[in-house]
């Protein structure tokens, strides 16, 4: 299985202050990486595809860069309703795996 | 517009089977390159990809689990289905599906989850 390693768990970030998270791959993944948003209590939100293509609706703030085995999540100014936990998938190859996961608060 | 709503029995006793619908609208899994999957989350921890079934009827199994899954559909009632058997206290989770378009390698979107406790 490929094993994705995100980090950090956890982050805490002030109001339009630009926050990073990371996704390493135990092997390459060809850019076949997507992240995902999920708040308290609902399910995941697709943000961003094929590690850097933006989810129609999503907001430009967000976006994603990587390639091979390391990956990226850039929020360009941190707002109030970016609080949750952040989740990254790699579709590259059966079992399709995700990260820990990263808990993101605004300070 | 794409929904879907998955549904099933909320708690069942351990050695139960676990039988889990999708039911979605907005697009026919009868379609190339449809796909729906599910994928489950135990309370207050991370993701876990369980299956997929392909508009093709092709299916794929988390090997950590395989022994025990079954994914299905019904195309005509836009319905798929997962079985899990020989359920486990460590199986309590929210049990999501999802939905991939055009054979991709994401999940377009997803449902709002079923939670699943297995408790004597």
């Known amino acids: 299985d490929i094993q994705m390693t995100q980090s950090p768990p956890s982050l805490s970030a002030s109001l339009g202050e630009t926050v990073s998270i990371e996704c390493r791959a135990s092997?390459?993944?060809?850019?076949?990486l997507a992240w995902y948003q999920q708040k308290s209590g609902k399910s995941p939100q697709l943000l961003i595809y094929?590690?850097?293509s933006l989810q129609d609706g999503v907001p430009s703030r967000f976006s994603g860069s990587g390639s091979g085995t390391q990956y990226s999540l850039k929020i360009s100014g941190m707002q109030p309703e970016d609080e949750g936990v952040y989740y990254c998938l790699q579709g590259s190859k059966y079992p399709w795996t995700f990260g820990g996961g990263t808990k993101l608060e605004l300070k | 517009q794409v929904t879907l709503k998955e549904s099933g029995p909320g708690i069942l006793q351990p050695s139960q089977a676990l039988s889990l619908t999708c039911t979605f609208s907005g697009f026919s899994l009868s379609t190339y390159g449809m796909r729906v999957s599910w994928i489950r989350q135990p309370s207050g921890k991370g993701l876990e990809w369980l299956a997929t079934i392909d508009w093709d009827d092709d299916k794929y199994y988390n090997p950590s689990l395989k022994s025990r899954l079954t994914v299905s559909k019904d195309t005509s009632n836009n319905q798929a289905f997962l079985k899990i058997t020989s359920m486990d206290s460590a199986d309590t989770a929210t049990y999501y599906c999802?939905?991939?378009?055009?054979?991709?390698?994401?999940?377009?979107?997803w449902g709002q989850g079923v939670m699943v406790t297995v408790s004597s």
């Open positions: 092997e390459d993944i060809y850019s076949n």
């Open positions: 094929y590690a850097s």
């Open positions: 999802a939905w991939t378009s055009n054979s991709g390698y994401y999940f377009d979107y």
